[in-house]
């Protein structure tokens, strides 16, 4: 089964600096897709960034940057010119590509606190 | 369009009572699934509907648990006999037919006393 592995449970940023969450996963597939989704307080959760396995060029998203690793099955996250709105509760998920692959496995996720 | 609606946003019940959540999709999104959160983890996957086809259960969604999704609108979520294992967040989200991205609605948080 595919797992998810976010290893900083909280993680805090000056605002207008940069950081970076990180993510790993597990599969044995060679094609699957990789999102980033933030959850703010009390909201509901929206994407951030994907990312399909077969394309070596990172994703980028305004300020959202990803370093995809594919052969370390890493997944992190740069955020650039932290704002006080980029706190949240982010998640890593995972989803295998191909016919009745619908599920997302999400990592149990990093909060990123932005301090003023 | 205003996105993806649960309904109700929290429901309070006492164990062994039965609960009913509603989610109504955005109106082009033919994918529907839904999700449970508990405090301190990651959304888990509970089931999918494409259209009004329940096409993946999760081994989560026990016997006490039903979704159905007539018509492949709006989609309900029932659990039976509730116990207190069961609270938790109920989230809803939609996808179009060509492209895997779910938009979520806001969830609806069950507390079973």
């Known amino acids: 089964a595919q797992t998810v592995t976010q290893s900083q449970p909280e993680m805090s940023v000056q605002e207008a600096e940069t950081v970076t969450l990180s993510c790993t996963y597990d599969?044995?597939?060679?094609?699957?897709?990789l999102f980033w989704y933030k959850q703010p307080p009390s909201r509901q959760m929206i994407l951030v960034i994907r990312?399909?396995?077969?394309?070596?060029q990172n994703a980028t998203e305004n300020r959202f940057s990803v370093n995809f690793q594919k052969a370390a099955k890493s997944f992190s996250l740069k955020i650039s010119d932290s704002q006080l709105g980029d706190a949240a509760m982010y998640f890593c998920?995972?989803?295998?590509?191909?016919?009745?692959?619908?599920?997302?496995?999400f990592g149990k996720g990093t909060k990123l606190s932005v301090i003023p | 369009d205003t996105g993806v609606s649960q309904d109700p946003r929290h429901k309070i019940t006492k164990r062994g009572q039965n609960v009913t959540f509603r989610c109504d999709p955005i109106?082009?999104?033919?994918?529907l699934y839904w999700y449970r959160q508990t405090l301190g983890q990651g959304p888990e996957f509970l089931t999918y509907?494409?259209?009004?086809?329940?096409?993946?259960k999760s081994r989560l969604l026990s016997d006490r648990f039903s979704a159905e999704r007539p018509k492949g609108s709006f989609s309900t979520l029932e659990i039976q006999r509730t116990e207190q294992g069961d609270s938790a967040m109920y989230l809803c989200?939609?996808?179009?037919?060509?492209?895997?991205?779910?938009?979520f609605g806001a969830g609806s948080r069950l507390t079973v006393l």
């Open positions: 989200a939609s996808s179009p037919p060509t492209l895997n991205v779910l938009t």
């Open positions: 599969t044995s597939e060679s094609d699957y897709y």
């Open positions: 990312q399909e396995a077969y394309k070596q």
């Open positions: 998920a995972y989803q295998a590509s191909g016919a009745g692959s619908y599920q997302l496995t």
């Open positions: 109106s082009e999104h033919n994918r």
């Open positions: 509907f494409q259209n009004e086809a329940q096409l993946e």
